[in-house]
């Protein structure tokens, strides 16, 4: 799926209900991460997520993936909403009268083995910051704009390696491509570069940049 990305949320600080078989956590904030990126809490559109709330392992609900046929991978339902300008989800878990998997993972995550959950969104739509935030600058940020919650899947690492690594270099370099777009000059016929002595400079560190975070990604496979 086109831009199709993935944060990962820790479980261990959630709000636990275990009689009920629930969960409540924080699935995203305003706060910078590590790809230089902010999803901004009021921008986020959870109709489609609302309106078929599944939650799945693995990410093992939709086409593309691995077993998807086998409807056990979806473990349980879910409820998004925002509240103190954060992404809350509520979670309950299948019983393990229809589904010893969601009762294995429930257990896992009650225990301690299973720590990770993960996001799966969409967001096409953005803007960089301003001052040193913005393109080729020391802390450049890009702010998405409008992103769409998709699912959430209990995982054993925070996205399925393969999809983590291909949405992260098309992400990657969707932004490059945005970054390189907005150092142009405005005066210069579509298609130049700005003549700046730094525009290589910053072209070379957004590279190695970019190289580092695949590199990071691979090591957390």
Do not use: C
Request: no cysteine; charged share 30%.
């Amino acid at each position: 799926m086109k831009n199709f990305q993935f944060r990962a949320i820790d479980v261990k600080s959630a709000t636990k209900e275990p009689e009920a078989r629930k969960m409540t956590f924080v699935a995203s904030d305003a706060t910078r991460d590590s790809y230089g990126t902010v999803l901004l809490p009021n921008e986020w559109n959870l109709e489609r997520f609302n309106s078929n709330p599944i939650i799945g392992y693995q990410h093992k609900v939709y086409g593309g993936w691995d077993d998807t046929q086998n409807p056990d991978n979806v473990i349980g339902k879910g409820y998004a909403y925002i509240k103190d300008d954060k992404l809350m989800l509520d979670v309950e878990f299948e019983p393990a009268e229809i589904n010893e998997l969601a009762d294995k993972v429930w257990k896992k995550l009650q225990w301690g083995s299973l720590n990770a959950v993960s996001v799966g969104f969409v967001a096409d739509k953005g803007h960089f910051g301003e001052g040193d935030e913005g393109p080729g600058q020391e802390h450049e940020t890009y702010y998405y704009e409008g992103q769409e919650l998709v699912e959430v899947s209990v995982v054993n690492i925070p996205a399925n390696p393969n999809a983590l690594k291909n949405a992260m270099k098309d992400e990657l370099d969707r932004l490059a491509s945005l970054r390189e777009e907005a150092l142009k000059d405005p005066d210069e016929p579509k298609g130049e570069s700005k003549n700046d002595p730094d525009a290589e400079a910053r072209t070379a560190e957004a590279e190695k940049e970019k190289t580092v975070l695949l590199a990071e990604a691979a090591l957390q496979l």
